[in-house]
């Protein structure tokens, strides 16, 4: 299965396990990099000591490459940038900002450099500041997501046509028949979040992942527009959040009711109530906690077979 | 390429034609039946007398199957239905509202039913219904749209694991690869809207047409969920209700901001700054106005070539 994306990183299967905040630690990352994919350490939630420890530690648990995910608006982010390279990671993921930030700072000490985008727009620009590859989220998926609203189905051939980079799709993506179909619109690969999230690997809470077992379609919104867009589980938190737009809130009151440290409260601290449970629309799809080598594998088979399926249309 | 639907509807290839309002006449309807798709006549801008008309003529102009389209919150939805039925209309694909309303009745006079639903909740009462085949329709799809905002990258694999009919993808399609990636997710078939909306025999305005052909990524948003959501191309209609939104409005303000004909005005009167311009996440991919049977038939030949490339994948 060689191809544009296995080549750029050195591995085997053109998967990418998203990296995750509270849930893509060394132990994921390093099993998806084990079985043939591309490990991200979510560097999101962990202050810079924090990520050397997981850097180290997952350079331990694999010898093949894996990468380090990094929101730009991260508050420490020289510090995080600069521990990266001190650990000699060679793969950067980068979202949240402007990627002319930080790639030509990447690109000199010789680190592939990968952008997250969500619309054509800032496909384009990030082409231009010179990325090596684009990963291309669209509107399904969990978390923190573009202000257009662009779905992966739609995303993917827009952004082909206007760009020569490699193109990785996210969100919606659990399957191999997921990644067979984000492939035949025009991905060269798949980034997969919420399937590595209920892995038994993940840092995430049991509460958590079992959420990810349960939730059905429906189940997860995109809200919190006013400040950042992000999908989220419907739980209470979430219902809060609506009741308090019923009140016409300014935008200090919405902040005020998120508070700090909602993502960590829910995600790895379990709490299912009062937390942000960032989870993707493809949910409905999961059902069972696995070993992530086992879900690699799954979609790799079910990626083959449903190609031969196809092929007698 | 003989499968479920095409047997169903006894066609050629299994591709329908969006019923859309002011939009999908006999000339449309008859052209893509022609060319060996489905057409679909859109009643739900047509007075039972016109829709009686449109009919005639679509049958001196093809021989071949086409349905009519109809959204049960009609205000005369009884004389439709006689009006289908007295004209030996034999398929029917029925939206906005209940499937338990219309299909036993359909069924008894012998006609095939479909049911346009945005949800596995509603996949399933289709099913129980009684109807023959299901249009699942995702978030990227112009016009109205479900609640639960599920897109046709996620809701196809979802409803094709929770129902045993076909199910026909719509939402983001409008070539050969997006038909091919829908098949690969677990569609029998696929309905194209905007694509068909942007061809010569659409009864649209030209400057509707051109709009499609102008829209770019973004250009398009869901709006007025308080009424039914709706994706509208964003211009000046769509900013006034934004603008009303930063007022708090009440309902009743709404639907007097809203007013009266404003699809008509936006997509048959070709009004672009007044009207409702309702247009899909796709348009970003369309660039030409062509003929209907020219647009089935490139759809076709993508399908097939890329089906070949994906084998060697």
Same mark, same amino acid.
């Given at each position: 299965?060689?191809?544009?994306?296995?080549?750029?990183?050195?591995?085997?299967?053109?998967?990418?396990?998203?990296?995750?905040?509270?849930?893509?630690?060394?132990?994921?990352?390093?099993?998806?990099?084990?079985?043939?994919?591309?490990?991200?350490?979510?560097?999101?939630?962990?202050?810079?000591?924090?990520?050397?420890?997981?850097?180290?530690?997952?350079?331990?648990?694999?010898?093949?490459?894996?990468?380090?995910?990094?929101?730009?608006?991260?508050?420490?982010?020289?510090?995080?940038?600069?521990?990266?390279?001190?650990?000699?990671?060679?793969?950067?993921?980068?979202?949240?900002?402007?990627?002319?930030?930080?790639?030509?700072?990447?690109?000199?000490?010789?680190?592939?450099?990968?952008?997250?985008?969500?619309?054509?727009?800032?496909?384009?620009?990030?082409?231009?500041?010179?990325?090596?590859?684009?990963?291309?989220?669209?509107?399904?998926?969990?978390?923190?997501?573009?202000?257009?609203?662009?779905?992966?189905?739609?995303?993917?051939?827009?952004?082909?046509?206007?760009?020569?980079?490699?193109?990785?799709?996210?969100?919606?993506?659990?399957?191999?028949?997921?990644?067979?179909?984000?492939?035949?619109?025009?991905?060269?690969?798949?980034?997969?979040?919420?399937? *590595?999230?209920?892995?038994?690997?993940?840092?995430?809470?049991?509460?958590?992942?079992?959420?990810?077992?349960?939730?059905?379609?429906?189940?997860?919104?995109?809200?919190?527009?006013?400040?950042?867009?992000?999908?989220?589980?419907?739980?209470?938190?979430?219902?809060?959040?609506?009741?308090?737009?019923?009140?016409?809130?300014?935008?200090?009151?919405?902040?005020?009711?998120?508070?700090?440290?909602?993502?960590?409260?829910?995600?790895?601290?379990?709490?299912?109530?009062?937390?942000?449970?960032?989870?993707?629309?493809?949910?409905?799809?999961?059902?069972?906690?696995?070993?992530?080598?086992?879900?690699?594998?799954?979609?790799?088979?079910? *990626?083959?077979?449903?190609?031969?399926?196809?092929?007698?249309?």
């Amino acid at each position: 299965m060689q191809n544009k994306i296995t080549k750029l990183f050195n591995i085997e299967y053109p998967i990418v396990q998203g990296g995750m905040i509270w849930v893509s630690g060394w132990k994921l990352a390093s099993a998806v990099s084990n079985a043939g994919g591309l490990g991200l350490i979510g560097a999101g939630s962990m202050y810079p000591e924090v990520l050397r420890e997981h850097i180290q530690k997952c350079k331990k648990a694999t010898n093949k490459p894996f990468g380090v995910n990094v929101p730009m608006l991260y508050p420490q982010i020289e510090e995080i940038m600069n521990t990266i390279i001190e650990e000699g990671v060679k793969i950067v993921f980068t979202s949240a900002g402007n990627p002319k930030t930080w790639t030509s700072f990447l690109k000199e000490k010789e680190v592939t450099v990968v952008h997250v985008v969500s619309s054509v727009k800032f496909a384009q620009k990030a082409e231009l500041a010179g990325v090596d590859a684009i990963v291309c989220e669209g509107f399904e998926a969990g978390g923190h997501n573009g202000r257009e609203e662009t779905t992966t189905f739609t995303l993917i051939p827009m952004v082909k046509e206007a760009v020569k980079i490699p193109v990785i799709a996210a969100g919606g993506i659990a399957t191999g028949k997921g990644m067979l179909a984000a492939m035949v619109l025009g991905a060269d690969a798949v980034q997969i979040g919420s399937r *590595f999230a209920a892995t038994e690997e993940s840092s995430a809470h049991i509460n958590f992942k079992k959420t990810i077992v349960n939730v059905k379609d429906g189940d997860t919104h995109l809200t919190l527009k006013e400040l950042a867009p992000v999908r989220l589980v419907k739980n209470k938190f979430y219902y809060d959040v609506l009741e308090l737009y019923q009140k016409n809130p300014t935008l200090e009151d919405i902040k005020t009711l998120l508070g700090r440290a909602r993502a960590k409260r829910g995600m790895f601290e379990g709490d299912l109530e009062e937390g942000e449970l960032e989870i993707g629309q493809i949910a409905g799809l999961i059902h069972e906690i696995k070993p992530a080598k086992q879900v690699l594998l799954e979609i790799i088979t079910e *990626f083959s077979a449903t190609k031969q399926l196809i092929s007698k249309l």
